[in-house]
């Protein structure tokens, strides 16, 4: 258990935090930009688009 405990537990934390990393950082390699908001005239048939 203690073993776990020290080797483990860091270990993983440790992965989840670059994985995080990597996938916050490769957004911004993203051709589109991801701060404009979704089009809503995909998702209405477009009897409410102006």
Same mark, same amino acid.
């Given at each position: 258990? +203690?073993?776990? *405990?020290?080797?483990?537990?860091?270990?993983?934390t440790?992965?989840?935090? &670059? #994985? =995080? &990393?990597?996938?916050?950082? =490769? *957004? @911004?390699?993203?051709?589109?930009? &991801?701060?404009?908001?979704?089009?809503?005239? +995909?998702?209405? @048939?477009?009897? #409410? =688009?102006?």
């Amino acid at each position: 258990m +203690n073993f776990i *405990r020290q080797q483990i537990v860091p270990l993983i934390t440790i992965l989840i935090a &670059l #994985f =995080a &990393l990597v996938t916050v950082t =490769a *957004r @911004s390699f993203i051709d589109s930009d &991801l701060a404009t908001p979704a089009p809503i005239e +995909n998702i209405y @048939s477009g009897e #409410f =688009a102006p």
